[in-house]
């Protein structure tokens, strides 16, 4: 898996592209563009791809910073375990635009909906989109939509 944020300047500081995801693991969250990496494709190939194909946009290999790795563990569910490599992108070429997979929109940094995303993207997300990078692990609770716990590096104890 991997997943991209577009960021880009606003008005008021820097915006992110998030986008509803419509349909499969996830389908009704928040989340960034990506998908499955396809047979023989690299992280930075299948994030290529999937911003193509979900938001319409180009973006080259080089626009692409890599910001880390998650490992999901899913025990109740073992079949949702994954893992994700994390992308950020300054560049890219095209409008983004909706699909059957996500409907996208910019949101300032400072107002990313964190409740309505999956339960990790608060512990580490804030920090790579102020630069840093991600290395860690999340385990989710029964109800698989919770975490239960975390280990690793570019993680933040969420504020109540």
Not at 49 to 62: D, F, L, N, W, Y
Request: net charge negative; with cysteine.
């Amino acid at each position: 898996m991997c997943v991209v944020y577009l960021i880009r300047s606003g008005p008021d500081g820097d915006e992110v592209l998030l986008g509803e995801k419509r349909r499969g693991l996830g389908a009704g969250r928040v989340v960034g563009p990506g998908g499955k990496r396809e047979a023989g494709e690299t992280a930075v190939e299948t994030a290529v791809r999937e911003t193509r194909e979900e938001i319409g946009v180009t973006i080259e290999a080089s626009g692409l910073e890599a910001r880390g790795t998650i490992d999901y563990r899913f025990p109740f569910r073992p079949s949702w375990s994954q893992l994700s490599d994390v992308f950020v992108a300054r560049r890219w070429v095209g409008d983004p635009m909706g699909s059957d997979e996500l409907v996208p929109r910019w949101i300032p940094v400072d107002e990313v909906p964190y409740e309505s995303m999956w339960d990790d993207a608060r512990y580490w997300l804030p920090a790579v989109l102020r630069g840093g990078r991600v290395d860690a692990r999340f385990t989710f609770a029964e109800d698989c939509a919770t975490v239960a716990g975390f280990s690793g590096s570019g993680v933040e104890r969420p504020q109540s």
